[in-house]
Each structure stands twice: as C-alpha cells, then as structure tokens.
C-alpha cells in the first residue's frame, strides 16, 4: 500500500468527484456539501451551511428522505435513497445515491450522503414514457388498423382496429407472420418475393404508397383494405407499419357503381341500335307505301265506273296507307328526336285563328264534336306543322279514349306571360299511378289494349312544345276523363 496522504487525497476527491455529496448534523442541518453538489444546485457553500437540508429539498420527496434518514440514523445502515433537490433557480434535480451515518462510541454524530445527478436520465425516461403512452393512444384509439411487423414477417404490433377488422386477436395473432394469417393465399409468393428484393435491393414496388388490396379475414373471407406500408431500419434489423382500413364497403359501392354504368352503357348502345333500326326501317318502308298510295290513287282516278266493291277497297287502302304514313312519320320523328335533328322552321303565328282552323281540318276525320268553348288572342313563334301535329295527336287521343262518348272540349286561354291549350274528353281517364310515365315513348298505359297506336304520340309532341319553350301535363281522374295540356311562350300578347 503506497504512503499516501489521507486528507489530502480524500479532499481531493470530495473536491473533484462529479457525485453530489454532502455532510448533515443529526437534525439536518448541512456541515459541508462538495463543490459538485454546490455547482449542481447553483449555490456557494455560505449559501447552505448551517441551513438544514430540507429547505433544499422538493416537498414532494420531503417525507420519504426524513424516513429514510431516521431509518439510516436508528438503524446503522446505508440506504439508497431517490430525491429531488431545487436550485436557487428552482429547477429540479433528481439525485440517486446512498445515505449513511457516522457514529462514535454507537452515537450518531452526522449523515453523509452522495448521490448521482440522474436529472437528464430520468427526463430521457419520462420522454420516452410519455411518447410511448402518446403512440400507445394513437394506435389503441386511432381510426385505421396498425400492423407492425419486422423482416421476418413476424407480427409485433396489432392494435384494436386491426383486431376488429380481421378477427384475430392480439394473443392470436402474435409471434405468427403475415403470410400465414392475413394474405389471401394467391399473393402470398409474390409478398414473400417482394420482402425478400426489398433487403436485397432496398426496393419495394408498395412501400410507401397507398392502395387497394385484398385481404384475408380470420373468417376466411377476403375483402378490400387500402393499405398503406412506410419502413425504418432499427438496431435489430428492418421493421415495417402498415396503417389500413377496411373498404369494402366503398369497394361494393364502387363495384355497383361500375356495373351500373356498364348497363347504362349497353342499354344506351341497344337504345342507339333500335333508333338506327328505326330510322332505317321508316325510310326504307316509305318508298313502298308511298308506291302504294300512288298506284291506289292512280286506279280511282284512271278507272271512273269500278265496280263498288272494289273502288270501296281501294279507298280503305288509300286511308290505311295515310295511317301507316302517319306511324312512320311519328317512328321517324322519334328518333329525330333521340338525335337532336328534330329541327323546327318557326314564325309568328296568331294562335286566335290558327287554333280554330286547325281543329277544322281534324274535325275532318273525328266523330267526336270538337267544341272550342274558350279562345284567347295570342301571338306566338312555332313550327305551325309541328304544332298542328300536337294539337292533332291531343284531340285524336281524346276521341281514340273516349269509345262511346260524343264531345272534345278545347279551351285556349293565357296566364302569366303563357298561352295554355287544354284539350277535355270524357273517357276512360288515366289512373295516378300511370300519370308520369305517359310522355316516357313506347309506354302505353295498357298495351294488350283494343286501343292501337305506339305510344310515341305523347312523347313526341311534349318534345315539340319542350323545343318550343313550353310545358305539357295532364289531369285526369280514371273512369270520369281526362284533360291534357300544353303551354307556349307569349309572344305579343293582343287584348
Ligand atoms: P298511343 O296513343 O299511340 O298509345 P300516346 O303516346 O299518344 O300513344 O299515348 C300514350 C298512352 O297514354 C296511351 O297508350 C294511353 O294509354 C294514354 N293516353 C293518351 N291520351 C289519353 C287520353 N286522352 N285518355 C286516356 N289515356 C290516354
């Protein structure tokens, strides 16, 4: 053992030491403290001696170190002891160390005590704690599943909503891979692949990214997710989190959508083809109807004493050829209609007198006595041949549903800047249910109905007064009859 100088080496490492030490009497009052315990707690040693060491210390640790220091004194023992000491700034400064006591002849003469300064350890701790309380929240509570898993595909992290979602529970799932759980078999290969070029190469074709995937429930049921994957490297190798939620809901949403569109799509195609046909089929039939007429037309004329019989024939071919033209003119008209040719040539009409003549002219071929009880001045601008095949199509609609009745009611009258037609009948009338699909073409309230006819007539002239800037509509009540409507713009008005 080397001759040393006992006070001066233990003065010189009571000096130097970084430990914070101190020396206390019995009732604590402080002896000495050592530079390092004077500079911590930023106080010069006449600052502190002869004040006692509980002016010193946090209220907080106050009654644990005076236990502790009892328990020291009484008991000859050294206790590790964790207290707070204040500066003189009032900062905290967390010591951990030893207490013990000094006695002659079994008496306590004073405490020393030497603690580490574990401040800044236990601040990095707490920190840690707290954001690892804070990440605990967020992935207990959060929206989406959080999975973490590290490059062996084992699965470390599984929070509630991941539970929630696949059906697996923490137990369950923990310790097992990826691929053995929630990869649907078929990309389980390529996942196995891609992990393995990802460590290779440090590549991942879905690495930060997001997308729509397909999963596999613990239930056996694969559904979507849209899944993102971010990656760290940590001390033990490579770890992977993927936050996901469950979008199957959206996915079927979308799936319904896309097929819905497609329908549309092909019922839109089959609705082109059928007007093509249409359109093909009305010109095609025209030539030999037209024929038809001409040489029905040419026979009456060319032969003046035909027998009855047969000139009576040839005049209903000549009518059933003009109702043919008829039909073909309203097929023709519908798909002018569907593509936007149905083109107007309009001028001013004084609807006074044009309502009348018109209805002079259809008087022609209806039994029923069309009355004109109400008819306004009014200028309006109109196709006056498309207008005339509306108020034709309306009145011979009246007549043709009203078997057995004897009368039409026509009225004309303005409101509001507005020329209204109305056309009355007293027949079979229009159920509600049956009201608003009217003016859809082709419809037909009864279509095995003794009533011929296409069901285009309405549709095509409420495309005609829509053209022209106007409504129409119908009242009716089933059984009593009906009134159809339709309004035009006021050009001028006349009083
Ligand atoms: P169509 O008379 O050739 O069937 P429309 O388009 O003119 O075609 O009429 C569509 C349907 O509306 C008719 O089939 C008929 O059921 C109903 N309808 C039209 N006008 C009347 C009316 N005045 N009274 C009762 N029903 C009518």
Same mark, same amino acid.
């Given at each position: 053992m080397p001759d040393l100088n006992f006070d001066n080496?233990?003065?010189?490492?009571?000096?130097?030491?970084?430990?914070?030490?101190?020396?206390?009497?019995?009732?604590?009052?402080?002896?000495?403290?050592?530079?390092?315990?004077?500079?911590?707690?930023?106080?010069?040693?006449a600052d502190v001696v002869g004040k006692n060491i509980y002016d010193f210390i946090h209220p907080d640790y106050k009654e644990k170190y005076r236990k502790n220091r009892a328990d020291v004194i009484e008991n000859n023992k050294v206790k590790s002891v964790e207290v707070?000491?204040?500066?003189?700034?009032?900062?905290?400064?967390?010591?951990?160390?030893?207490?013990? &006591?000094?006695?002659?002849?079994?008496?306590?003469?004073?405490?020393? &005590?030497?603690?580490?300064?574990?401040?800044?350890?236990?601040?990095?701790?707490?920190?840690?704690?707290?954001?690892?309380?804070?990440?605990?929240?967020?992935?207990?509570r959060g929206p989406d599943a959080v999975i973490i898993i590290n490059e062996y595909q084992e699965i470390l992290e599984w929070n509630p909503k991941a539970e929630e979602i696949f059906g697996f529970s923490q137990e369950e799932i923990s310790g097992k891979t990826l691929t053995e759980t929630i990869i649907p078999p078929q990309y389980r290969e390529a996942h196995l692949k891609g992990m393995q070029h990802f460590l290779k190469t440090g590549n991942g074709p879905i690495l930060n990214k997001t997308v729509d995937i397909t999963a596999?429930?613990?239930?056996?049921?694969?559904?979507?997710?849209?899944?993102?994957?971010?990656?760290?490297?940590?001390?033990?190798?490579? /770890?992977?989190?993927?936050?996901?939620?469950?979008?199957?809901?959206?996915?079927?949403?979308?799936?319904? /959508?896309?097929k819905k569109e497609a329908e549309l799509m092909q019922s839109k195609i089959l609705e082109e083809e059928k007007d093509q046909f249409i359109s093909i089929a009305s010109h095609e039939l025209r030539t030999p109807i037209t024929t038809i007429k001409a040489y029905t037309q040419l026979t009456l004329e060319m032969f003046d004493n035909l027998p009855s019989d047969l000139q009576n024939n040839l005049i209903k071919i000549d009518h059933?050829?003009?109702? /043919?033209?008829?039909?073909?003119?309203?097929?023709?008209?519908?798909?002018?209609?569907?593509?936007?040719k149905l083109n107007l040539t309009k001028s001013e009409i004084n609807f006074h007198t044009f309502l009348p003549e018109t209805l002079n002219s259809i008087q022609q071929i209806v039994k029923h006595q069309i009355i004109l009880e109400e008819n306004t001045e009014a200028i309006i601008i109109a196709d006056p041949i498309r207008l005339e095949q509306v108020i034709t199509n309306l009145v011979s609609n009246s007549a043709k549903y009203s078997p057995g009745k004897d009368r039409i009611i026509v009225r004309s009258y303005k409101e509001k800047n507005q020329l209204i037609c109305s056309f009355t009948d007293f027949g079979i009338g229009i159920a509600p249910d049956n009201i608003?699909?009217?003016?859809?073409?082709?419809?037909?309230?009864?279509?095995?109905?003794k009533f011929s006819g296409f069901g285009i007539g309405l549709y095509v002239s409420r495309e005609?007064?829509?053209?022209?800037?106007?409504?129409?509509?119908?009242?009716?009540?089933?059984?009593?009859?009906?009134?159809?409507?339709?309004?035009?713009?006021?050009?001028?008005v006349s009083t």
């Amino acid at each position: 053992m080397p001759d040393l100088n006992f006070d001066n080496h233990f003065r010189d490492l009571f000096e130097n030491t970084h430990d914070l030490i101190y020396f206390l009497k019995i009732d604590g009052e402080i002896e000495l403290a050592n530079p390092a315990w004077l500079h911590t707690l930023k106080y010069q040693l006449a600052d502190v001696v002869g004040k006692n060491i509980y002016d010193f210390i946090h209220p907080d640790y106050k009654e644990k170190y005076r236990k502790n220091r009892a328990d020291v004194i009484e008991n000859n023992k050294v206790k590790s002891v964790e207290v707070a000491f204040v500066t003189s700034d009032n900062e905290l400064v967390i010591g951990e160390g030893q207490v013990g &006591c000094s006695y002659i002849d079994g008496e306590p003469q004073y405490t020393r &005590c030497v603690f580490k300064n574990t401040t800044e350890n236990q601040r990095s701790e707490k920190m840690v704690r707290e954001s690892e309380k804070r990440l605990k929240v967020f992935l207990t509570r959060g929206p989406d599943a959080v999975i973490i898993i590290n490059e062996y595909q084992e699965i470390l992290e599984w929070n509630p909503k991941a539970e929630e979602i696949f059906g697996f529970s923490q137990e369950e799932i923990s310790g097992k891979t990826l691929t053995e759980t929630i990869i649907p078999p078929q990309y389980r290969e390529a996942h196995l692949k891609g992990m393995q070029h990802f460590l290779k190469t440090g590549n991942g074709p879905i690495l930060n990214k997001t997308v729509d995937i397909t999963a596999l429930h613990k239930n056996g049921n694969e559904f979507y997710i849209n899944l993102s994957i971010s990656n760290v490297k940590m001390d033990e190798g490579w /770890l992977f989190i993927a936050f996901l939620s469950d979008i199957s809901e959206r996915k079927k949403t979308e799936e319904a /959508l896309i097929k819905k569109e497609a329908e549309l799509m092909q019922s839109k195609i089959l609705e082109e083809e059928k007007d093509q046909f249409i359109s093909i089929a009305s010109h095609e039939l025209r030539t030999p109807i037209t024929t038809i007429k001409a040489y029905t037309q040419l026979t009456l004329e060319m032969f003046d004493n035909l027998p009855s019989d047969l000139q009576n024939n040839l005049i209903k071919i000549d009518h059933y050829t003009d109702k /043919l033209n008829v039909l073909l003119n309203e097929l023709l008209d519908v798909s002018k209609i569907n593509l936007g040719k149905l083109n107007l040539t309009k001028s001013e009409i004084n609807f006074h007198t044009f309502l009348p003549e018109t209805l002079n002219s259809i008087q022609q071929i209806v039994k029923h006595q069309i009355i004109l009880e109400e008819n306004t001045e009014a200028i309006i601008i109109a196709d006056p041949i498309r207008l005339e095949q509306v108020i034709t199509n309306l009145v011979s609609n009246s007549a043709k549903y009203s078997p057995g009745k004897d009368r039409i009611i026509v009225r004309s009258y303005k409101e509001k800047n507005q020329l209204i037609c109305s056309f009355t009948d007293f027949g079979i009338g229009i159920a509600p249910d049956n009201i608003n699909k009217l003016f859809k073409r082709f419809y037909r309230v009864d279509q095995s109905s003794k009533f011929s006819g296409f069901g285009i007539g309405l549709y095509v002239s409420r495309e005609i007064i829509k053209q022209h800037g106007g409504k129409m509509w119908v009242e009716s009540i089933e059984g009593e009859g009906s009134t159809f409507y339709f309004s035009l713009p006021l050009q001028k008005v006349s009083t």
